[in-house]
């Protein structure tokens, strides 16, 4: 098992350049989730699946849209990309609800200039 | 909205000194508390969990929790730190399908 994974690893972006990073799970989970973080705020919850088809907004939407097109997978899309996203962004799943236990990416580190 | 505050940003201590990281939530609903750790370069793991039941909780790697509903806590300790224990910890709070993270804690064990 690939657990959790996220690609690209990393990626440098100009100002009002679009991109997507992918994640991607093999453990069946019903929850995904992406978050970004930056130093001294923890992760803060972007947005959020509850299930294929299904998204929410997190904390911190603004800028960002995702789809779930795939039980297994969940992309998160920046479409005109600000130096104010530069951030390590973790994608993580769970089983079922807040209740149970996530399991993170590697994360992707991404730079905008 | 709810939040989840973690007391110290930084916590420097020498090997085998012990260690207690504090953790408050801001609501006292259904509590699923979570504390994970983030080595350097590395993804968040789950070092432990709380749901119901006992409120010793007891992780992996010799840590351990303990949930104080009336102070709305759930701390985490560990009796001898060691260098491998350098990393981030981030105390988080799961409620309806929400997650929310505190700040973490950076931990330096000094050898």
């Known amino acids: 098992n690939a657990g959790v994974t996220q690609t690209p690893k990393f990626r440098v972006l100009k100002t009002g350049q679009s991109m997507t990073l992918l994640c991607a799970q093999d453990m069946n989970h019903e929850y995904m989730y992406w978050y970004r973080q930056d130093p001294g705020m923890g992760l803060r919850l972007i947005h959020y699946?509850?299930?294929?088809?299904?998204?929410a907004k997190g904390e911190v939407p603004d800028g960002y849209n995702v789809s779930r097109l795939k039980k297994q997978n969940f992309l998160l899309g920046l479409e005109s990309a600000a130096p104010s996203q530069t951030s390590v962004y973790f994608c993580?799943?769970?089983?079922?609800?807040?209740?149970?236990?996530?399991?993170f990416g590697p994360g992707t580190r991404l730079t905008v200039t | 909205a709810q939040s989840v505050s973690q007391h110290n940003h930084h916590v420097i201590l020498s090997e085998a000194a012990s260690l207690e990281l504090g953790c408050n939530y801001s609501y006292g609903g259904t509590v699923n508390l979570f504390w994970y750790v983030q080595y350097p370069g590395q993804h968040l793991q789950l070092l432990l969990k709380?749901?119901?039941?006992?409120?010793l909780v007891k992780g992996i790697k010799g840590f351990e929790a303990e949930f104080i509903k009336s102070k709305f806590s759930f701390n985490l300790r560990k009796p001898s730190v060691q260098w491998s224990d350098t990393a981030e910890y981030f105390c988080a709070w799961g409620y309806g399908q929400n997650f929310v993270f505190g700040p973490g804690t950076r931990l330096s064990v000094l050898p």
């Open positions: 699946s509850v299930g294929e088809g299904t998204t």
């Open positions: 993580a799943s769970s089983y079922s609800t807040a209740s149970y236990e996530q399991y």
């Open positions: 709380y749901f119901s039941g006992d409120p």
